[in-house]
Structure formats: structure tokens, C-alpha cells
């Protein structure tokens, strides 16, 4: 009982609110394969590729913040 009453607010958000952590769980759970079965890269580089093109992501260059900021910037006539 005494760790119900620890956790029952806790309880109650998870209730109240839709969010979970399910997702980053599962992102974690797939690296943690991708590091088990890659063991054998030599750099980090290709390891860290390995998991961008798993997931689909882009990754950030130094380049993109300019290219983005331009973008979203409007010149003054």
C-alpha cells in the first residue's frame, strides 16, 4: 500500500494524459540491436550512418542551420 500511495499521482497522470514513452523505448531497444550486431565498425561514422538510415532520419551538418535560416527569413525590400 505504501508504494501505492508513493506512485499514485504518477498513476493518475498516466491516466489523464496521452503521452508515453513507448516510442523512445523502441528507438532505444533497435539501437541497442544495431550495436550488438555492428560490433565490428571501425568507425563511428558508419555506425551512427547505420542508425540515421534505419530510422529514416536526416542528419544535422554544419551547413543547415544557414540553409534553413535563409529559407524562413524574409529579405527586406
Do not use: W
Amino acid at each position: 500500500m505504501n508504494t501505492l500511495r508513493k506512485h499514485l499521482p504518477y498513476i493518475i497522470n498516466s491516466f489523464n494524459y496521452k503521452y508515453d514513452n513507448g516510442r523512445i523505448e523502441g528507438i532505444n531497444n533497435k539501437i541497442k540491436v544495431i550495436n550488438r550486431v555492428a560490433y565490428g565498425y571501425r568507425n563511428f561514422n558508419h555506425y551512427k550512418n547505420q542508425i540515421l538510415l534505419h530510422f529514416n532520419l536526416k542528419a544535422i551538418g554544419k551547413g543547415t542551420k544557414q540553409s534553413n535560416q535563409n529559407k524562413s527569413c524574409p529579405k527586406a525590400a
